[in-house]
C-alpha cells in the first residue's frame, strides 16, 4: 500500500522549496490569531536572532482562520524572507495544522510553539543548549499555568496522569507541543501516517533522549482559547485510543463482571423459584436491565472508538490540504495556489 497522506507536503511544491536548510524552523500553527501575529513576529524573530543569526524560517500555518490571520501573514511575509505562509484548505484542527507546518520545515532543528505567545520563545538558547549537550527532544514542562481556568487547569491535570496510567509510552506529565526537535527526531514523526494525531506523545514514542525545560506557562497574549471543552476531549480521546489498548481490556473486564454478577443473580432466581418463593417484583428485574443496558452500551462505545478510527485510517485519505503558500523571493520558496495532486476522496 502506497504511503498514506500528504504528510511530506513538500511532494506537492517539489525540489524547488527545499534549496536552502535554514538551521532553525520554527512552526506555528494560526487559527484565528490575528492581534497575536505581529508581537509573535517581533519576540519570535529576536529569539531566533539572538541563536541562530539569520539563518532561521518562521512557518505560519493558517489553519482555515474565518478573521484577517492570512492577510497577517502574508503582511509579515512581504517584510520579512523569513517568514514562510502555508494556508490550509479549511480548519483542519490543531495537530494537523502542526503536521502540514513539520512537512513544510526545511531547518535542521524544529522549534514548535503556539501563535499565543504562552510559551515564552525566550526559551530557545537554553533548548538549543541543551540538544547541543545531545538531546533530540527538549520539551516545555509547565510549573504552572497562568490566566487559564480552574476547569482547565483541573482537567488538564486529570488528563495527564490518566494518560500517564493508560499508556505504556512515557508521555511527560503537564506538556504541551512547545518543543525543539532535531531534524533526525523529526524524520521519524514524519514517517508516521496516521490520521488521529497525538503529536506530543507521537514524540514520545520516537525515543532518543528527551529532556524538559520548565517553565510557567503565561496567558494567552490576545483573545481566547482555541480549544473549548469539545476539541480538548477529542484530543483526550485520540491520545488515549492511539496509545493505549488498555479501555479494550478494561472493556472485557467489564463485561467479564456483569458476567458474574449476571451468573449469580440467575443462581438466586433458580433457587427462589425452586423453593417456590419467586415473588414477581418489578424493582429488580428493571434495574438489572437497566444496568445490563448501560454496560453493554458502555463496551461497545468502547468498541467503537476504535473500530471508528481503524476506518478513518483505512481510507487512506491525506492528513491536510494546502491551498496555498508565501514567501518572500530569493528564499528557494514558491508562491503557490496549487490543488493537491491526490486531493481528499
Ligand atoms: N489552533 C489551530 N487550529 C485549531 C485550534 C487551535 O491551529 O483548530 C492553534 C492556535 O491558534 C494556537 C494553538 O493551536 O496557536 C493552541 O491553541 P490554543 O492556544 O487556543 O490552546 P490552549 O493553549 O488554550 O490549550
Ligand atoms: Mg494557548
Given amino acids: 500500500m502506497p504511503a498514506i497522506s500528504t504528510l511530506t507536503a513538500s511532494r506537492q ?43 532561521f524560517e518562521i512557518v505560519l500555518i493558517d489553519d482555515g482562520s474565518t478573521d484577517e490571520t492570512w492577510r497577517g501573514i502574508c503582511t509579515l511575509s512581504a517584510a520579512s524572507p523569513n ?17 502540514a507546518g513539520l512537512s513544510m520545515s526545511r531547518g535542521a532543528l524544529i522549534l514548535i510553539i503556539d501563535a499565543d505567545l504562552q510559551d515564552p520563545p525566550e526559551l530557545l538558547p537554553q533548548m538549543i543548549e541543551l540538544v547541543e549537550q545531545g538531546a533530540d527532544v527538549v520539551y516545555g514542562q509547565r510549573t504552572a499555568r497562568l490566566g487559564e481556568s480552574a476547569v482547565k487547569r483541573g482537567t488538564a491535570a486529570i488528563f495527564y496522569r490518566l494518560l500517564d496510567q493508560l499508556t505504556d509510552v512515557k508521555i511527560p506529565v503537564d506538556t504541551g507541543d512547545f518543543r525543539l526537535m532535531t531534524r533526525r527526531a523529526l524524520d521519524v514523526l514524519q514517517s508516521m501516517p496516521e490520521q488521529h494525531r497525538f503529536i506530543r506523545g507521537m514524540v514520545s514514542w520516537i525515543g532518543f533522549l528527551q529532556v ?51 451468573m449469580v443473580g440467575l443462581a438466586y432466581t433458580l433457587g427462589s423459584w425452586l423453593r417456590g418463593i419467586a ?24 468498541i467503537g472508538e476504535y473500530l471508528g478510527r481503524l476506518y478513518m485510517e483505512a481510507k487512506g485519505r491525506p492528513l491536510f490540504i494546502i491551498e496555498s503558500l508565501v514567501c518572500s523571493e530569493g528564499t528557494g520558496c514558491i508562491d503557490a495556489v496549487a490543488p493537491p495532486t491526490h486531493a481528499s476522496a
Avoid at 485510543?241 to 463482571?257: D, H, I, N, Q, V
Wanted: glycine share 8%; net charge positive; aromatic share 12%.
Fill in 212 to 262: 524538559a525545560v520548565r517553565y510557567e506557562r503565561q496567558e494567552r497574549f490576545a483573545g481566547e482559547t482555541k480549544y473549548p471543552f469539545s476539541k480538548m476531549l477529542r484530543l483526550a480521546i485520540d491520545a488515549v485510543t492511539s496509545f493505549s489498548t488498555r479501555p479494550l481490556r478494561l472493556a472485557s473486564f467489564f463485561g467479564f463482571g456483569f458476567g458474574i454478577l449476571g
Fill in 83 to 99: 517568514v514562510v505562509g502555508v494556508k490550509l484548505s479549511r480548519n483542519h484542527g490543531h495537530q494537523l495544522a502542526l503536521s
Fill in 13 to 55: 511544491f517539489p525540489d524547488v522549496y527545499r534549496i536552502p536548510t535554514p538551521r532553525l524552523s520554527v512552526v506555528v500553527p494560526c487559527f484565528n490569531e490575528e492581534e497575536s501575529l505581529p508581537e509573535l513576529f517581533k519576540r519570535l524573530a529576536a529569539a531566533c536572532r539572538g541563536s541562530v543569526r539569520d539563518s
Fill in 279 to 302: 415473588v414477581p417484583g418489578w424493582t429488580s428485574i428493571t434495574s438489572i436491565f437497566l444496568l445490563m443496558g448501560s454496560a453493554q452500551m458502555f463496551v461497545l462505545g468502547i
